[in-house]
């Protein structure tokens, strides 16, 4: 149940950005949570403390503007999407712009989203082209704002393209200093005065800022890598000796796994802020081999003072569960197998791996996403999800259960696009060394972002979603989800339970999306899961 909750709760705004502890304080509490995990003290600082200062600046960071990838039209922003197909039918991403038409007909590129499984490979050249030939169509100019930093490889990838800096036009003093504007020209704008049609447009986008501020996202998110950068050299500093002698003991395996597993939720959810194009990219930060060779721990590596703790649910089901999960629950569902999700299956065969082999550091950088966060679970013949989350989240997951068993009555029977909806509600949720767990049935689905993966990056799947638009009905299915939920509960991230998530109807076993075949109506999704 990839993705059920969020990693963390969004700011209301972006202020309040905390200061940046020194490297002696960032050892000196590193060194207070050794000593009370291995002492067992209540009063000592907990591992969180040592990610603060960074969790604020993330929640800063994330809050900022972004695309509905469902339905970029309903952004708020006012932003028009171009869908961009290469010859062999793939779905390589979305221009996502504004369009103005008056002073002058003007596209204002505001966003460059690239399809999954396209992702660092070099489309950018591609994706110019197609855009430049749709300008010319439209017999429109277009605009962009270029936030990629001077010394970054890729800074003069617009320049190759036919684009110019604006000041070329409006002249030196007219635009904003911190911008750094360029203009592409199609043939029929060439030559002709247009000083003062483009100073106006540049009024215009100043007024939308508010909503479309590329570059505040992009400082955020360089304040943020920054602040990840410092985390990681405080604790190659305290742990230097072991690492040199490549003793990999398993508090400092539990402090690693943390910041791996923060670092890579952090890479998979900035994808989403309007503007960032990975100038400021997530790559730069790489492990030291011999912690990337690191395995994992997922739990703190101690016994913890206080008894594992039920937090809420059916106590029922609570009873039921093994003697051993409740009293050691980090130990026992850690020894449970993981969810055999698609992408990581494809990976365990990509690599040559098997499902039992342990995974290290470096294969959750590789992966994007940490597998031993799911677990699965066969309690008296019925199969249960188990989802490893931060105890922080729990009081959120209380809210969202709610809105959950409001939608419950509401969705019975319903269909969307002939697809039945279905909610899956979270049954209990525990706490243990460090970490809460949340019990959820497992459903016969998937995330839709990887089932949409899934449809362009195996060769099966890309041939049957050329034949059945699969790509096409799991989107418009989502959008009527997705409406049919906001019309019952209202906007999504308007209530203290924070927007539902939506799984499709899947084959794990065949890895295809499961289908209802109507001779009369077409094909169609055979359920959609809200979680």
Not at 8 to 33: F, K, Q, T
Not at 190 to 217: C, F, S, T, W, Y
Not at 487 to 503: A, L, V, W
Request: glycine share 8%; proline share 7%.
């Amino acid at each position: 149940m990839e993705g059920t909750i969020m990693d963390e709760h969004p700011s209301e705004e972006r202020g309040g950005i905390p200061g940046n502890l020194g490297i002696n304080d960032r050892l000196g509490l590193i060194s207070l949570i050794d000593e009370g995990i291995r002492l067992g003290n209540p009063e000592s600082p907990i591992i969180a403390d040592l990610f603060n200062d960074l969790w604020e600046l993330v929640n800063a960071t994330i809050s900022g503007s972004k695309i509905d990838p469902l339905k970029p039209e309903d952004t708020r922003n006012g932003f028009r999407s171009f869908e961009i197909t290469a010859p062999t039918g793939e779905n390589l991403g979305h221009l996502n712009m504004l369009y103005f038409k008056k002073p002058i007909p003007c596209y204002y590129l505001v966003y460059v989203e690239v399809s999954a499984p396209f992702r660092r490979k070099g489309l950018g050249t591609r994706i110019l082209e197609h855009f430049r030939t749709f300008l010319v169509d439209k017999n429109a100019i277009g605009i962009l704002d270029n936030i990629i930093p001077e010394n970054d490889p890729t800074y003069d990838i617009y320049l190759k393209q036919g684009w110019e800096p604006l000041e070329s036009i409006v002249g030196d003093g007219v635009l904003d200093p911190d911008g750094n504007y360029m203009v592409y020209l199609p043939s029929k704008f060439q030559g002709k005065a247009l000083k003062e049609p483009l100073v106006k447009l540049l009024h215009h986008l100043k007024r939308r800022r508010a909503a479309i501020d590329m570059r505040d996202n992009e400082v955020m998110v360089q304040r943020t890598i920054t602040e990840f950068k410092n985390v990681y050299g405080a604790l190659l500093a305290y742990f230097r000796s072991d690492i040199q002698w490549g003793k990999a003991t398993p508090l400092m395996r539990f402090m690693f796994t943390r910041y791996v597993t923060k670092l890579i939720a952090f890479r998979r959810r900035i994808a989403d802020l309007i503007g960032y194009t990975g100038g400021e990219s997530m790559e730069q930060i790489t492990l030291d081999p011999k912690v990337a060779s690191m395995p994992i721990q997922s739990y703190a590596p101690y016994e913890a003072p206080e008894e594992p703790t039920l937090l809420f649910g059916d106590r029922g089901l609570w009873s039921n569960l093994p003697g051993d999960m409740k009293r050691h629950p980090a130990h026992f569902i850690n020894s449970l197998p993981n969810y055999p999700r698609p992408s990581l299956l494809l990976w365990l065969k990509k690599k040559g791996r098997t499902p039992e082999d342990t995974l290290t550091l470096g294969d959750l950088m590789d992966l994007g996403f940490d597998p031993t966060r799911l677990k699965e679970l066969n309690l008296a013949g019925q199969e249960f999800i188990i989802e490893r989350v931060q105890p922080r989240l729990i009081e959120r997951l209380k809210g969202h259960r709610d809105l959950l068993d409001e939608l419950h009555s509401e969705v019975e029977g319903h269909r969307v696009r002939n697809a039945l909806l279905k909610v899956n509600v979270p049954l209990l949720a525990l706490r243990d060394r460090s970490n809460a767990y949340v019990l959820w049935r497992r459903i016969k689905g998937i995330h839709h972002d990887e089932a949409l993966e899934m449809l362009q990056s195996v060769p099966s799947l890309k041939t049957l979603n050329d034949s059945l638009s699969l790509d096409r009905m799991i989107i418009s299915t989502l959008r009527g989800a997705k409406d049919f939920v906001t019309d019952r509960i209202g906007p999504e991230n308007g209530s203290g339970g924070g927007p539902m998530t939506y799984f499709v109807s899947w084959n794990l076993e065949k890895n295809r999306p499961s289908l209802i075949i109507d001779p009369l109506g077409g094909s169609f999704l055979e359920s959609v899961w809200i979680s």
